[in-house]
């Protein structure tokens, strides 16, 4: 695994000079990746309390576990430093994510930050399997 991400980051910039057109961002339109998830960071806002989250939290986790068994949420965790939660939404696009996450109560309740950051396949794997890939 080590090896792997220098070598794709060394592709990266071969994709890319094989590109005519470049997107906003800078990149060939074949390296962004089709969003297949979108990842979710929720921290709490600026002065909220920790009684002020505890209050909602029983309806929060029942309303997660709804989203769990529904499929819009894939995977969630604690964060490490204890500052949050991060969800790997099933989402299309951000704005399908901040959809489903304004459903929760904490969201609702204007309680938490979101950061959103949409994630899809590794584009640079492409080149193993396109028209130059060997066999």
């Not at 060394?10 to 094989?18: D, E, H, R, S, T």
């Not at 057109?21 to 969003?35: D, E, H, R, Y």
């Not at 939660?85 to 309680?111: F, G």
Request: charge should be neutral; proline fraction near 10%.
């Amino acid at each position: 695994m080590k090896l792997m991400t220098p070598l794709l980051m060394a592709i990266l910039p071969v994709a890319a000079g094989a590109q005519s057109q470049f997107t906003a961002s800078g990149l060939p339109p074949a390296a962004i990746p089709k969003t297949t998830a979108v990842f979710v960071i929720q921290t709490p806002s600026q002065g909220v309390t920790v009684p002020q989250i505890m209050a909602v939290m029983p309806s929060e986790i029942q309303a997660t576990v709804r989203l769990y068994l529904d499929g819009k949420i894939r995977e969630w965790y604690s964060r490490g430093d204890g500052k949050g939660v991060v969800m790997l939404v099933d989402a299309k696009s951000e704005d399908e994510a901040r959809a489903i996450m304004e459903t929760l109560p904490l969201s609702r309740e204007h309680l938490m930050d979101h950061q959103y950051i949409p994630v899809g396949p590794l584009t640079p794997l492409r080149m193993l399997v396109g028209p130059g890939a060997q066999q």
